[in-house]
């Protein structure tokens, strides 16, 4: 079944850096376009950035936009999210996504804590 495990969260400063990992599984990674999300206490999820198959085409929300990165490696089934120049209203549990056969999957998601 599809399975997708991100790692890489933690508690960083104000403009530090992170860069998180979602492994994927149980499906045939390179076909598909992944994504990254993100949920704050008392908010909505929002889309962070999305990746198509190849990585040729990115798209990202407004507020990350020239901080974050996507990108993926299709040989390790792995999407990245790179994040620099945090603040703290980047503060979030961060999940990646994929759409497989209409059905939309979830990872755990992993938390992201920006403080000083």
């Known amino acids: 079944q599809v399975r997708l495990v991100e790692s890489g969260g933690g508690l960083v400063q104000p403009g530090g850096s992170l860069r998180l990992s979602c492994a994927a599984s149980g499906f045939t990674f390179r076909n598909y376009a992944m994504n990254w999300y993100r949920q704050a206490p008392g908010k909505e999820r929002e889309l962070v950035a999305g990746?198509?198959?190849?990585?040729?085409?990115?798209n990202y929300a407004d507020s990350v936009k020239g901080r974050f990165t996507i990108s993926r490696d299709n040989a390790k089934n792995t999407v990245y999210l790179q994040m620099n120049s945090l603040k703290a209203e980047d503060t979030a549990v961060y999940y990646c996504?994929?759409?497989?056969?209409?059905?939309?999957?979830w990872g755990q998601g992993t938390q992201v804590t920006v403080s000083s």
């Open positions: 990746i198509s198959t190849t990585g040729g085409t990115t």
């Open positions: 996504k994929v759409r497989v056969a209409l059905s939309e999957k």
